[in-house]
């Protein structure tokens, strides 16, 4: 893939789609590429992260316990962990050879601390999306505890 096409296929997603592409395109030309092979590990559940993977080609498994997910080109794994440290929730493994563009925490915050309307219009895009998410607890909860 060309650094136009990263750059195109990150600017669709949250909350890359808040940046300008001129901040997105930074963002790409300072991440990390990474090659996985089929089988291969991107990340080990419970490991420390210091930033997000981008899924630029191919598709990974996200398995933990015994829930499996899959992640395609154009998924964004590891959000949180753009802005704070955290662990991964799941094991992430190529189930095809796979390219990623590893986003480290320090990168995305100087790079998006340069542009503060951008930095503020990201935080409340992040913050909705906690809320929302939030929320749908909320209701699990009260359907799994829910006397009827």
Excluded: W
Aim: glycine share 8%; charged share 25%; aromatic share 4%.
């Amino acid at each position: 893939m060309s650094l136009a096409s990263d750059v195109r296929l990150l600017s669709g997603t949250p909350p890359f789609d808040r940046l300008s592409r001129e901040v997105v395109q930074l963002i790409v030309f300072a991440g990390q590429r990474r090659k996985i092979s089929e089988g291969a590990l991107l990340f080990k559940e419970g490991e420390a992260r210091d930033g997000g993977d981008f899924v630029l080609s191919g598709s990974l498994e996200l398995k933990s316990g015994s829930q499996t997910r899959t992640a395609s080109a154009g998924t964004l794994l590891g959000q949180a962990a753009l802005l704070a440290p955290c662990v991964a929730s799941c094991d992430a493994r190529a189930l095809e050879a796979s390219q990623a563009l590893h986003i480290p925490r320090a990168t995305f915050l100087r790079v998006v601390g340069e542009f503060p309307d951008v930095a503020a219009d990201v935080r409340n895009a992040i913050l909705a999306r906690t809320a929302a998410l939030a929320t749908a607890l909320e209701e699990v909860l009260e359907r799994l505890y829910d006397p009827q």
